[in-house]
């Protein structure tokens, strides 16, 4: 009797684990020079489809999305937000948003830049980003 319930509860776990879809235990946002470097860590990727960051300024109506990523099993992905002021209505802060798409739905993972760039960095990452 004691083994088909330890067994039951381990498929209980199991399930649990699968219907989840994705463990992220880190996602963060910080200055990398001008632009903005965006890290996310999972520990479980069972079911997960892809990935899709998006991020918008304290004064936009709403979110931009920068971009798709398929999951690869590395475990740790990284985004580097090179356009942060091209096409942003203004300043921060700036909040970014992760969406992991699953077979069993949808989970959103949000982070708020926690600083706000100088002057410097403003004014660079603008002339950068006429020249691209």
Known sequence: ?????????????LLGTLA???TITLFQASFD???VRVE???TNETGVQSYDLWRKANNEPAFAHLGTQ????QRRYQFL???MYR???????????LTVHTTTGDQNYTTVL???PSAVQRSWGSIKSMFR
Do not use: K
């Open 87 to 97: 096409g942003t209505a203004g300043g921060g802060p700036f909040t970014y948003r």
């Open 1 to 13: 009797m004691r083994r088909s319930a330890t067994l039951f509860f381990t498929f209980c776990l």
């Open 81 to 83: 937000d090179t356009n």
């Open 114 to 116: 926690s600083s706000t």
């Open 40 to 42: 996310w860590e999972v």
């Open 70 to 73: 398929t999951p690869n099993s």
């Open 20 to 22: 989840y879809g994705a």
């Open 33 to 35: 020079g001008s632009n």
